[in-house]
T-cell receptor, first 109, second 116 residues
Framework: AQRVTQPEKLLSVFKGAPVELKCNYS??????LFWYVQYSRQRLQLLLR??SRESIKGFTADLNKGETSFHLKKPFAQEEDSAMYYC???????????FGKGTRLSVIA | GAVVSQHPSWVICKSGTSVKIECRSL??????MFWYRQFPKQSLMLMAT?????????EQGVEKDKFLINHASLTLSTLTVTSAHPEDSSFYIC????????????FGDGTRLSIL
């Protein structure tokens, strides 16, 4: 079964502080992992995906198959990073995304 | 970029009525669309996978007769909540995947359904 776990419902950090949003997954095969972000009153947007290995808005995430994790990191948080972040997993084939419960990031000035 | 449009954005109606929500992929063709439901302060729960030209695949616990899905074309899927009741009040979000290998899912703005 596919499962995505985001242990923190809320994460508050000061501006300029490092951020790490945790995500662990459970899947028997080789999944694709994604991070989606939802800013206030906006639609869900793709932030990054593990196969791209890119940095978006200063965020990075590395897939650790040994620990089955895909934590989202940013070295210096900005106020505009405040949003809801969802980790998602997609299994093989044309299967839909399965989401974690989300973590609300609040960056305090 | 790929855009998914959802309509209406907000519906308020009386208990017992049926409500149709449309999901369109504006600049790409989507053979598969997905319908999610989101309760307040909770994550997105997959309801069903909508396949163009064939029957939708429903997740366990989702009533097929309550949530009718039609995917009549490569750019349009509809979700009809039949004989809606207050417990059906929720935020419904559709998603479509761009064609091709390893493409991400794109999401609509969602529809807030309030049943009185």
């Amino acid at each position: 079964a596919q499962r995505v776990t985001q242990p923190e419902k809320l994460l508050s950090v000061f501006k300029g502080a490092p951020v790490e949003l945790k995500c662990n997954y459970s899947y028997s095969g080789s999944p694709e992992l994604f991070w989606y972000v939802q800013y206030s009153r906006q639609r869900l947007q793709l932030l990054l995906r593990h196969i791209s290995r890119e940095s978006i808005k200063g965020f990075t995430a590395d897939l650790n198959k040994g620990e089955t994790s895909f934590h989202l990191k940013k070295p210096f948080a900005q106020e505009e990073d405040s949003a809801m972040y969802y980790c998602a997993l997609r299994g093989n084939g044309n299967t839909p995304l399965v989401f974690g419960k989300g973590t609300r990031l609040s960056v305090i000035a | 970029g790929a855009v998914v449009s959802q309509h209406p954005s907000w519906v308020i109606c009386k208990s017992g009525t049926s409500v149709k929500i449309e999901c369109r992929s504006l600049d790409f063709q989507a053979t598969t669309m997905f319908w999610y439901r989101q309760f307040p302060k909770q994550s997105l729960m997959l309801m069903a996978t909508s396949n163009e030209g064939s029957k939708a695949t429903y997740e366990q616990g989702v009533e097929k007769d309550k949530f009718l899905i039609n995917h009549a074309s490569l750019t349009l899927s509809t979700l009809t909540v039949t004989s809606a009741h207050p417990e059906d009040s929720s935020f419904y979000i559709c998603s479509a995947r761009s064609p091709g290998h390893n493409q991400p899912q794109h999401f609509g703005d969602g529809t807030r359904l309030s049943i009185l």
